[in-house]
């Protein structure tokens, strides 16, 4: 099993509409869950992350967490065009040195 | 902000040569990294080092290795590429405790 697991997508969501991306892990020790942004060509950039149960929202982007059930979600609300992009989220390793697994990204598409 | 340079955006090579991919990171970061990243496969943690000279295995280290000589510099080496290392190369760095990273632009590397 892998340690983070996303959905490949392409998810598809029309401009306007709420979009969400999950995201699940297997260690149950995990502490913090961090979501980075990858437009096509570029680097991956932090855009969100959470540390305890529930939500935790900035600007239009919400961060969900359920430890629980060892998932994460991210939710994008009123998606733009310029929102399209691969989403990857990331969870520390516990070995430490800020180690963190990425998991494969989810390809978001707004569509105009 | 945060700056972190990789020496080449794209870069040709024939199979069996040595490649050098440098990273340099302006924010006196201890914690540096390199990636590759392929479709399907995402973000693989070849190596990172914590402290100048000192560095460590990530989950793909065959047929690289690292230098780490001064605190804002973190070279990666292919001994002897080959195709099978074709790839999008990422360096990235954080503040010790901290786990966001910064990445740089990337290196689309071809190994013919």
């Known amino acids: 099993q892998k340690e983070v697991e996303q959905n490949s997508g392409p998810l598809s969501v029309p401009e306007g509409a709420i979009a969400s991306l999950n995201c699940t892990y297997s260690?149950?020790?995990?502490?913090?869950f961090f979501w980075y942004r990858q437009y096509s060509g570029k680097s991956p950039e932090l855009i969100m992350f959470i540390y305890s149960n529930g939500d935790k929202e900035d600007g239009r982007f919400t961060a969900q967490l359920n430890k629980a059930s060892q998932y994460v979600s991210l939710l994008i609300r009123d998606s733009q065009p310029s929102d399209s992009a691969t989403y990857l989220c990331a969870v520390p390793n516990s070995g430490g040195y800020q180690k963190v697994t990425f998991g494969t990204g989810t390809k978001l598409q707004v569509i105009p | 902000d945060v700056k972190v340079t990789q020496s080449s955006r794209y870069l040709v090579k024939r199979t069996g040569e040595k490649v050098f991919l440098e990273c340099v990171q302006d924010?006196?970061?201890?914690?540096m990294f390199w990636y590759r990243q392929d479709p399907g496969l995402g973000l693989r943690l070849i190596y990172f080092?914590?402290?100048?000279?000192?560095?460590e295995k990530g989950d793909i280290p065959e047929g690289y290795s690292v230098s780490r000589e001064k605190k804002e510099r973190f070279s990666l080496i292919l001994e002897s590429a080959s195709t099978n290392q074709t790839s999008m190369y990422l360096c990235a760095s954080s503040l010790s405790g901290v786990v966001e990273q910064f990445f740089g632009p990337g290196t689309r590397l071809t190994v013919l």
């Open positions: 924010m006196d970061h201890e914690n």
């Open positions: 260690d149950r020790g995990s502490q913090s």
């Open positions: 080092s914590y402290d100048v000279k000192m560095k």
